[in-house]
């Protein structure tokens, strides 16, 4: 079984950075997506950044240029990496892990979620 542990969410003001990680514990045999998506009360939980097995990144355009993703394969840990934030950043963010645990089964799992509030 996989589990994920998030850490970095607070409170921080306006203009400010925050980084978040999630590290993966378990039987990994390969990582095929790593994701950080975000949802506020009433919305969709919306996807914030994505990185690819062969390194592809995403950005939602809402967060280009002021966040970034990163990963640590052999540490099976996703950073990111958050700068210039501002109030509607406010969210609870969680981590998505998209792997394979064996040669034929890919499972998706997700982090327990940390709340980012920016505010003054």
């Known amino acids: 079984q996989v589990q994920l542990v998030e850490s970095g969410g607070g409170l921080v003001q306006p203009g400010g950075p925050l980084s978040l990680s999630c590290v993966a514990s378990?039987?990994?045999?390969?990582?095929?997506?790593l994701g950080w998506y975000r949802q506020v009360p009433g919305k969709q939980r919306e996807l914030v950044a994505g990185i690819t097995s062969d390194g592809s990144i995403n950005y939602a355009d809402a967060v280009k240029g002021r966040f970034t993703i990163s990963r640590d394969n052999a540490k099976k840990t996703v950073y990111l990496q958050m700068n210039s934030l501002k109030p509607e950043d406010t969210a609870v963010y969680y981590c998505n892990f998209q792997v394979s645990v064996t040669p034929i089964r890919h499972s998706d799992y997700w982090g327990q979620g940390t709340q980012v509030t920016v505010s003054s």
């Open positions: 378990g039987t990994i045999l390969s990582i095929l997506f």
